[in-house]
């Protein structure tokens, strides 16, 4: 059921959600980047298409506490930081991001579930925004996602005069009974109307045509094997970007600090583009940068469908198109193969 | 630049050289990859220099001039710094390097250009003084001057400081001290008023490394933040204060060697102006010491790994006086 309100009201629908739950939404910086801020009254929705960082953040951070330790001579004590998370929501996620919870899913909801992970999804509600200018770097519809309907909990559709809102799940139906006061039941006219229009530019965006088959005709190892790897490698800087920007990027390094006083245990994103990834005791899996670039884009297009019924491990956002320093991504290396 | 692809070509050909390092032409005019070129059809389908090549190649030839034979690379002005302080520094096999020094007019940067309000950029060209940008949703001309990135804003010079041969007229340096009036503006803040500024940049810090990845001045074999035994070993620590650390040790360890190329702003994905406290220290060595650049020469020792009479006292730091 759709419904909707007037754009000159959004700021109320803000502070009525913000009155019971945190909520976050993108901000522009003043460098012109939108970045994931809480909402407090004065806070302006971005209009930019996207995030620099991408909304696995609030799901999967960057960096996780996931336990203490006291230790006093020989005994040492483990102390459960966990806490009860709050409820919170997140407005204005794109349909790739949306997506892309439904890869970090997979990974961290399979048994054994990550506590941490499912706590956060739990308290979560996802409130999802439809694309109205597509960026040149977008290739969502390369794998299957509607930039025009995204997923999440509840999805918006913004025009000039209204901002139109339709519940996917039931947490979604609940966020919408929450805020009902504020919104009033209309037809899907204008949405539909959006859709075809913004569906239309989607067809024609420079990658919109991209095809993923090679990726699926092909053996692991054959792949795995191809002398394309070098070349496309060649230049690569070690950095991490691609991965720290990615949404569906779900590695991690757990570590020990050394507060002087006891330990914190934390898990951190890690990188399979660094020298020390899942560097065992043993000896380093992957010894040169060739085979941790490989790794990367073999774990988004070979490994994650291989296992999980040929969904890609990539939603198209475009953000290593936009970040990587030397400019190597997902879509040339895709092509690469592609050409053959 | 034809001119560019003719002569690396030509020397391909006659054996001067067996490979190129330049730039790769990717999808969008200005997604360039650096890149190693081994013959004419390579150089013929994808090289590429233009006003969006932006890359400093030096770094690579840490690696590159080690391999087998002589290579070709392009330099642009502020990259001979880089290059000539890496030979300083004995990280490039000089002989193995043949160096065509390019000119520069500055370079145009995709994010200036977005944050100008662009969207969808398809494709922009320049004819040196315009660049046209055309986006999936119309076309406009705007003045090239407005679209360059930080580093070229205030260039430092455009006269190439090491080559073998020049493609084009050599330019002059520049002694604007442009590249200084940011610094100033930070210096004539409160202390407070500075640490804010600095936490609220640094905090926006994702510690991918890329600033010390493409840093021509980071050239360790095996750096401090990858050594499991320094225990701030390159990944995000639970305790956010720590991404302050890395800058402010990194900024150190690059202090009198750092050429000022600006690398460091260009490829950060958050956009941090980390240029900016490199070229405190910068400002600073000449202020104490006399006027150094890095990577002017080969030969002149660097201030800070000299010592003179005329050195200023340590003492300097508290009775320059400043603002506490």
């Known amino acids: 059921m759709m419904f909707r309100l007037p754009v000159n009201r959004l700021d109320d629908l803000f502070a009525a959600v913000s009155a019971v739950n945190s909520l976050y939404l993108p901000v522009d910086g003043n460098d012109g980047r939108a970045s994931y801020k809480k909402w407090v009254e004065g806070t302006k929705l971005s209009s930019k298409l996207n995030t620099v960082r991408s909304a696995k953040d609030f799901f999967f951070p960057q960096t996780t506490n996931l336990c203490d330790f006291n230790v006093k001579d020989k005994e040492i004590e483990v102390i459960d930081i966990r806490a009860d998370s709050e409820d919170f929501v997140v407005f204005g996620v794109r349909a790739c991001d949306a997506r892309s919870f439904t890869i970090l899913d997979k990974v961290f909801l399979a048994d054994p579930i990550d506590s941490y992970y499912a706590t956060k999804r739990e308290h979560g509600t996802i409130v999802t925004l439809a694309c109205t200018r597509p960026e040149e770097n977008c290739f969502c519809n390369v794998f299957g996602i509607d930039m025009t309907s995204p997923e999440g909990d509840a999805a918006c559709w913004l025009t000039d005069e209204y901002l139109y809102i339709n519940a996917n799940t039931g947490k979604g139906t609940a966020f919408i009974d929450s805020i009902k006061a504020l919104l009033e039941e209309c037809s899907d006219e204008d949405v539909k109307a959006q859709q075809t ?23 692991l190892l054959d792949i795995f094997n ?67 670039f490989r790794q990367r884009f073999m774990h988004k297009l070979v490994y994650f469908p291989d296992n999980n019924n040929g969904e890609f491990g990539c939603v198209g956002c475009g953000r290593c198109l936009s970040r990587c320093p030397i400019s190597m991504n997902i879509i040339k290396v895709i092509k690469a193969f592609e050409e053959e | 630049m034809q001119e560019v692809k003719d002569r690396a070509k030509q020397l391909l050909a006659d054996g001067t050289v067996n490979r190129v390092v330049g730039w790769k032409a990717g999808e969008f005019s200005y997604d360039i990859t650096p890149a190693v070129f081994t013959s004419a059809e390579e150089i013929d389908k994808d090289f590429i220099y233009n006003d969006f090549c932006a890359p400093n190649l030096s770094k690579y030839l840490i690696k590159e001039s080690r391999k087998e034979g002589k290579l070709l690379v392009f330099l642009k ?42 969207q969808g950029i398809t494709g922009m060209e320049s004819d040196g003084e315009n660049v046209t940008v055309h986006t999936l949703y119309g076309d406009k001309t705007v003045l090239k001057a407005d679209t360059l990135g930080d580093k070229c804003k205030t260039c430092k010079s455009k006269k190439h400081v090491v080559y073998d041969e ?137 201030p800070l790994n000299a010592y003179t009479f005329d050195d200023c006292e340590p003492g300097i730091v508290y009775s320059r006086g400043g603002n506490e």
Not at chain 2, 240 to 253: K, V
Request: contains cysteine; glycine residues 6%.
């Open chain 1, 197 to 219: 229009t913004v569906k239309e530019i989607a067809g024609k965006l420079p990658f919109a045509g991209v095809s993923t088959d090679y990726f699926k005709k092909n053996t």
């Open chain 2, 166 to 302: 020049l493609i084009g007229e050599d330019g002059e340096v520049n002694t604007d001290g442009a590249r200084f009036e940011l610094v100033e503006k930070l210096e004539k803040m409160t202390a407070d008023e500075r640490f804010e500024f600095w936490r609220g940049e640094l905090s926006k810090c994702i510690r991918c490394n890329a600033c010390r990845n493409v840093c021509p001045a980071c050239s360790c074999e095996n750096c401090v933040f990858d050594n499991p035994a320094s225990g701030i070993q390159q990944r995000a620590a639970v305790n956010s204060f720590e991404e302050n650390m890395f800058h402010l040790i990194r900024s150190f360890h690059v202090a009198g060697r750092c050429t000022d190329c600006g690398e460091c702003t260009r490829v950060c994905p958050q956009n941090i102006p980390l240029h900016l406290i490199n070229r405190k220290y910068i400002k600073d060595i000449n202020e104490f010491y006399g006027d150094f650049q890095a990577g002017e020469d080969t030969e002149t020792r660097a």
């Open chain 2, 77 to 118: 002005p502020c990259d001979t710094y880089s290059f000539n302080q890496l030979l300083k520094e004995h990280r490039i096999l000089r002989e193995n390097v043949y160096v065509i020094g390019v000119p520069c007019t500055g370079k145009v940067d995709i994010d200036t250009v977005r944050a100008m309000g662009f």
């Open chain 1, 226 to 292: 191809s002398e394309k790897w070098e070349k496309l490698s060649e230049s690569c800087l070690a950095c991490g970007t691609c991965t720290f920007v990615c949404p569906t990027c779900q590695c991690y390094d757990i570590k020990d600090f050394n507060t002087g006083h006891g330990i914190k245990r934390y898990r951190t994103w890690d990188s399979c583009m660094y020298a020390d990834f899942t560097k065992m005791a043993a000896a380093n899996s992957r010894n040169t940068q060739m085979q941790r």
